[in-house]
């Protein structure tokens, strides 16, 4: 069965920098789009960056220039480098993907989560 497991969460100071990995597993042929999520406390969840298949990238305006995505096919994995993080970056990060598994089935998954928290 195809599953997403979110690594590299913490607790960091303002300013500091952590990586997010996600890792599918499975009977995996192809993915396609992966991204991350986040939702704060009290906050509904919101999108942060998406690649696709061929690497072109997305960001959301409030993590530009300070969030990285980049993608690992070989290991069916996704990274999320976050730098000069802000209190206000302090959430639930989740890992999506579009996974086309050996029965040929098109899956949106989702993984547990793993917590960011910036602060002093």
């Known amino acids: 069965q195809v599953q997403l497991v979110e690594s590299g969460g913490g607790l960091v100071q303002p300013g500091g920098s952590l990586r997010l990995s996600c890792a599918a597993s499975?009977?995996?042929?192809?993915?396609?789009?992966m991204g991350w999520y986040r939702q704060a406390p009290g906050k509904q969840r919101e999108y942060v960056a998406a690649i696709t298949s061929g690497g072109s990238t997305n960001y959301a305006d409030s993590v530009k220039g300070r969030f990285t995505i980049s993608r690992n096919d070989a290991k069916n994995t996704v990274y999320l480098q976050m730098n000069s993080l802000k209190p206000e970056d302090t959430a639930v990060y989740y890992c999506y993907a579009d996974i086309l598994n050996s029965d040929y089935i098109l899956l949106g998954s989702w993984g547990q989560g793993t917590q960011v928290t910036v602060s002093s």
């Open positions: 499975g009977r995996i042929v192809s993915i396609n789009g």
